[in-house]
């Protein structure tokens, strides 16, 4: 019996020491893959603690043996330094005061971030305004800590979002995106070009079309520019991509019509935010989850999704409004639920019922 246990024992100390060699053998691998690729392990304070403790329980003579990742002596650094933090941190006390600092430091950076115009002395007086009393020096003082040049060079250097946010009122976005619809010849893909109003998200279908060519964007441009009932009436700014749909003729048209065209830059979509924005939202909501068996059915779709976008979706970006929601709904928590369908529940809306038509109707 003594002998067997002895043999056991000495199976087991083999089984534990071969498997110390795996591990050892695969962390040498991994470390030169992260040398040959010039990759440095950035360890936490979580991980050299815990590589420390257990270092620690080896010593130096079984960490030369067994350390792959970093040397015995960096570990054995960590765990003294570990030691003489647990005595020697200073403890980061905050005041009322440097907490209410905190939060103008972060109005000054707003404030300067989206107000261009604006001077220290400005700045100080908008601080007032909310309660906080600071001078001109201590602004200064916080936006060059920031950043932040003074107000005579930020205006020289306006950004495209600060002027899509300035000129919001008067300014449309347009796109196209295109969508395979089954027909009598097979597959064809379909054009959609649509136009939006930023301040107000209002969208207009401009064209739906297989066919999209120089002389159908002339006509388009003349009925988005019609006095009496086009969408481009009282706008300054077109902006679109470098799309070749959007032709010289179809420029001129709105240009004549007092509608500066705006093109953004090549391969920078994010320009036409607003615009890639709604062609995803159009997409991921409706079209992508469609089959389409000739233009009319597309057509529907497309219109009943700019009817659900107008009226009964919630927008973020307009704090979570809907543009143009019905006159006739209540948001109190009186009245029924009621729950309105389009294209078959594809897209849905609830909203309560007036209590008091309720009552009547009964």
Known sequence: ?????????????RRQLDVINYLHAENEILK??????????????TQ??????????????????YASIVTPDRILYWHRKLVALKYTAKRKIQTDRQ????TIREFCIKFAEENASWGYGRIQGALSNLGYEVSETTV???????????????MKKSTWKQFVRSHMATMCVADFLTTEVWTMRGLVRYHT????????????????????????MAQVARNLTDSEDGFLDKMEYFVCDNDPLFTNEFCETLETSGVKVIKTRVATPEQNGYAERFVKSLKEECLDRMIFFGERSLRKAINEYVEHYHHERNHQG???????????ETKGRSGSVVKFERLGGLLNYYHRENGEEERLAG
């Open 140 to 154: 200064g003082n916080i936006l060059r800590a920031a950043g932040i040049p003074p107000s005579e060079e930020r």
């Open 318 to 328: 307009l704090d979570n409004l809907i543009p143009f929601p019905y006159a006739s």
């Open 193 to 216: 070009l649509f136009v939006m109003n930023l301040a107000k998200r209002k969208v207009q279908i401009a064209q739906i079309s297989c066919q999209m060519n120089g002389q159908v």
């Open 48 to 65: 050299r603690r815990k590589l420390a403790k257990c270092g620690k329980k080896l010593g130096r003579k079984g960490l030369m043996q």
């Open 99 to 102: 907490k209410e600092m905190e």
């Open 32 to 45: 030169e893959q992260l040398e040959k690729k010039d990759v440095k392990l950035a360890l936490s304070n």
């Open 1 to 13: 019996m003594t002998i067997f246990l002895a043999t056991l024992a000495g199976w087991l100390n």
